[in-house]
């Protein structure tokens, strides 16, 4: 008999269909109730509790949302009223943030992680652009904050192409603009695959010929790479700096400057899809692996119980909901100190 459920949205093509399969198959092995087809933007909201297909949200022990083609505003607000009720993976704030590549960018750079140059700025001061611009040899990428697939970019070669494109920013009724400085790069990325703070896989994406942009959505190829230890753990570092607890972190070689550069990270990352996997992508299985180690986790750290791991034994740990200042002295090594006696209290 189940003794916890958890709510999953998950994307249907592409092999999601079948990952959705393998995620419920393994939470029920672990008494896990798995309830399928919970998109929020089918659900209302009354009387203090959000109903989705019958579902009485607040009453799920998760919820699981894994759908980037579908999202849209009102199931990102309702999300964000969930994810304060209830455990979320991925939890609201990390998703959202990284949502936007500005502030995830800006985050990363005050944490000493190499990102791209860049500016974010109004349609009222468009003259500092010009002065970056300047510095940049002229050359640019104009992409709104939160888009993804490579959509609505614009690569600038010179100045003139951004006076060019002026009548069109001073007409669009948007708060910002995001510019890039261009990275020298041999037109393929990394994306490393992160759950839970653990590495899963990695592959990388190439430019179709012709073009600099390696999503697959604008033409870009998936092939095969090894990532060095650098890659892998500027990856991790990343991702745990935005708080995703999934993470797609992708990331590309400046050859000018010669290093590893963040270019974003995404709460969304893929699974592989089946033509993927003929081509020798296999890490599925382990990623669902590592996602159903973390949901189990999650639900059972709510009530403090032991959680079944994929690993040998069992781990008894705090609850996940512990207040950060006691997640800090439950880490910390008080022993000696007149703190340990806070640290015993807060265990």
Known sequence: MATHRVGLWMYQNSGGTEIERKIVAKLNERNVEVITGLDLNDATAHNGSIFCKGQVMEDLDLFFSYNAGQQGPFQ?????????????????????????????????????????????????NIQQVK?????????????????????????????????????????????????????????????????????????????????????????GSVIQREPTQEV?????????????EVAGVDIIYDIEHQEYVVLEVNGIPAFATPD????????????????????DRTIRHRIDLPCVSSEVGLEIERPIDMPSAVNDIFNADLTGTAAATIKDKAL
Not at 91 to 117: C, G, M, Q, S, V
Request: glycine share 6%.
């Open 76 to 124: 990102m607000y309702l999300y964000q009223t969930l994810s304060s009720m209830i455990p979320t993976i991925n939890n609201y704030a990390a998703f959202e943030l990284t949502e936007d590549k500005f502030r995830t960018a800006h985050l990363l750079k005050t944490h000493a992680i190499p990102t791209a140059d860049h500016i974010v700025c109004n349609k009222h």
């Open 131 to 219: 002065e970056h611009l300047r510095f940049w040899q002229g050359k640019a990428i104009c992409k709104p904050v939160n888009g993804w697939g490579g959509n609505g970019i614009i690569k600038l070669e010179s100045e003139r192409d951004l006076d060019l494109l002026l009548p069109y920013i001073t007409m669009q009724n948007l708060p910002q603009f995001y510019i890039e400085r261009v990275i020298e790069n041999d037109y393929t990325d990394y994306r490393i695959d992160i759950v839970d703070g653990k590495y899963v896989a990695c592959y990388g994406r190439q430019a179709a010929k012709g073009s600099w942009k390696t999503n697959i959505t604008s033409g």
């Open 232 to 244: 892998i753990d500027l990856a991790l570092k990343a991702a745990k700096i935005t708080g995703l």
């Open 276 to 295: 993927q996997e003929r081509l020798g992508l296999d890490f599925n299985n382990t990623k669902i692996d590592y996602l159903c180690d973390l949901i």
